[in-house]
């Protein structure tokens, strides 16, 4: 099973811009679908984005559609969450997440491995 270590959130505040990066370790990226989730304070889990293993096809969330970017380097192991013209509701814990090679990873139960998740949080 693939680890996944999250790092780049903090406290931005509106409009502003954040970088979220997740690094693996344990098994070669190719293997797996990447994306992200996040959590809010009350709230369910919701998808972020997602990337396919190739980095060619790439999912997004209502909520992130135009403003984030999700994007994978296979050769370093890694995956990153471009965040911009972020807002207060934005707010959440970031968890990375890994899946099967067939699944587009928008689904909870399609995730295979979790990061511990890094905290963003966006003033008004």
């Not at 931005?12 to 959590?39: D, E, I, K």
């Amino acid at each position: 099973q693939v680890q996944l270590v999250e790092s780049g959130g903090g406290l931005v505040q509106a409009g502003g811009s954040l970088r979220l990066s997740c690094a693996a370790s344990g098994h070669t990226l190719t293997h797996y679908a990447m994306g992200w989730f996040r959590q809010a304070p009350g709230k369910e889990r919701e998808f972020v984005a997602s990337i396919n293993w190739s980095g060619g096809v790439t999912y997004y969330g209502d909520s992130a559609k135009g403003r984030f970017t999700i994007s994978r380097d296979n050769a370093k192991n890694t995956v990153v969450l471009q965040m911009n013209s972020l807002k207060p509701e934005d707010t959440a814990v970031y968890f990375c997440a890994a899946g099967g090679l067939a699944v587009r990873l928008q689904l909870q139960t399609e995730v295979s491995s979790w990061g511990q998740g890094t905290q963003v949080t966006v003033s008004s």
